[in-house]
């Protein structure tokens, strides 16, 4: 962790107790199922074992008592022997002879006697040893049939609790990371300092014949116009591409007519087309590959690195790729260049001047036209009904001065959205449920 980082949860049960409460009481009740189970089987299985031991220490005790009454008459048996064993050499009547005799069978027959019932008292002694253990695992519960399944849904819970916790946290501290530096670079990401810095433009195109709905919140009814009015009064966060004059062309930019941008906050840069898609008023992400975004927001060195090396081809694409909050538009642009290929003027192509000029009333922006990489103003010529393109060019570097569109204009336009958009929700929706 960073130095000076302080973890929202001191631990995983705090977090686990704050966000997994649910799968805290699933993994709860399955242990206190499982263990009433246990409880329930516990029971038996110790009233068995109490009978058991019982049991054995009962045949214990009898078999104590003939083995100590074998033992006994053993002893006596053995006197008569020794006494016939006298008789023997001294003389011996014949009824002295047949106890002699007696007394030997019954002694081998009871000294076999005496070896089985040794053997089952060592028997009985090892069975009351097994049960008095098996009781005493049974009284401290640490023989269950579901032990094992208990102790595995506690360990997989705790793995994911702390496995959540740690995520958590790095994801708070990275977060954190990214807030400071983004509050450190905040006076440097922003189009008014890179436009002057590297002498860039930056333009949103928007083209005229179609809408990329995979990539959009627009449906393909909705005009050019009204795409560039919305990017004008909401502003939304848009993709952006830069244009290096003299060294990149129109072939380097998304269309042949949008916007050119005075402001905004760069939080992502791509050297080529990321397929940006828009998921509200305020978010875009990246559709190929991993991109930036406002909540993980690329480095002012990334940023600049994509604004110096330019446009990188992408497919069939040659432009490169920013996602710009807040974007503040200092006028219209239109591709002026010849384009012979049928293709390319699909993709580049530029409404009519009159139309362009009606939008530059409406919005109270200039209109510059793009000639071999550098924008120029223009004026119009009433009589023609097309722009006339000046001799000099706008500097990349004075793009932030120009005046951009007027409060009161803006509000104009948002309120002229609203009205014309109300019934229409599914096209326009971001735009009227959310504020700029």
Request: hydrophobic letters at 35%; proline letters at 4%; glycine letters at 4%.
């Amino acid at each position: 962790m960073l130095e000076g980082y302080k973890p929202e949860y001191e631990s995983a049960r705090d977090y686990a107790q704050a966000h997994m409460q649910e799968k805290r009481d699933a993994a709860a009740q399955q242990v206190r199922e499982l263990r009433t189970r246990d409880q329930v089987w516990s029971a038996h299985k110790k009233t068995e074992a109490r009978e058991s031991l019982e049991t054995y220490t009962a045949s214990k005790r009898h078999l104590q008592e003939e083995i100590a009454y074998l033992q006994d008459q053993i002893e006596k048996y053995n006197e008569q022997l020794k006494l016939s064993f006298v008789e023997k050499l001294f003389g011996e009547t014949n009824e002295a002879r047949r106890k002699r005799k007696f007394a030997q069978e019954f002694r081998s027959f009871d000294t076999s006697t005496f070896e089985r019932r040794k053997h089952d008292l060592e028997q009985a002694t090892r069975m009351i040893t097994s049960a008095e253990l098996n009781l005493e695992e049974l009284e401290n519960l640490k023989k269950r049939p579901h032990r094992e399944q208990i102790d595995s849904i506690l360990a997989h819970f705790h793995e994911e609790e702390q496995a959540q916790w740690q995520a958590h946290e790095y994801k708070r501290e990275v977060e954190q990371t990214n807030t400071e530096r983004i509050e450190r670079e905040r006076p440097y990401r922003t189009i008014e300092h890179l436009a002057k810095k590297h002498g860039v433009y930056f333009l949103h195109g928007t083209n005229p014949s179609y809408t990329p709905i995979e990539n959009s919140l627009f449906e393909n009814h909705v005009s050019w116009r009204d795409k560039l009015r919305i990017a004008i009064a909401l502003q939304p966060t848009l993709s952006a591409s830069s244009l290096r004059p003299e060294y990149d062309g129109f072939e380097n930019l998304f269309a042949g007519v949008g916007v050119l941008l005075r402001g905004g906050r760069i939080d992502a840069a791509s050297p080529g087309d990321a397929a940006t898609v828009a998921r509200s008023l305020t978010e875009r992400t990246a559709n190929i590959g991993r991109m930036d975004n406002a909540a993980n927001p690329a480095t002012l060195d990334g940023i600049e690195q994509v604004i110096k090396q330019g446009p990188q081809q992408f497919l069939s694409n040659k432009h490169n790729e920013y996602t710009v909050a807040r974007p503040d538009v200092a006028g219209l642009y239109y591709v002026a260049d010849e384009i012979d290929d049928e293709v390319l003027q699909h993709v580049y192509k530029v409404p009519s001047h009159v139309e362009l000029y009606k939008m530059s009333n409406e919005s109270n922006l200039p209109v510059f036209a793009l000639k071999n990489g550098r924008l120029f103003p223009v004026d119009y010529d009433e009589h023609t009904k097309v722009f006339k393109r000046k001799d000099v060019a706008l500097d990349a570097e004075a793009v932030p001065g120009l005046p951009g569109v007027p409060a009161d204009q803006r509000t104009a336009l948002q309120e002229q959205l609203i009205a014309e958009y109300s019934d229409l929700v599914a096209s326009a929706r971001m735009y009227l449920d959310a504020s700029p």
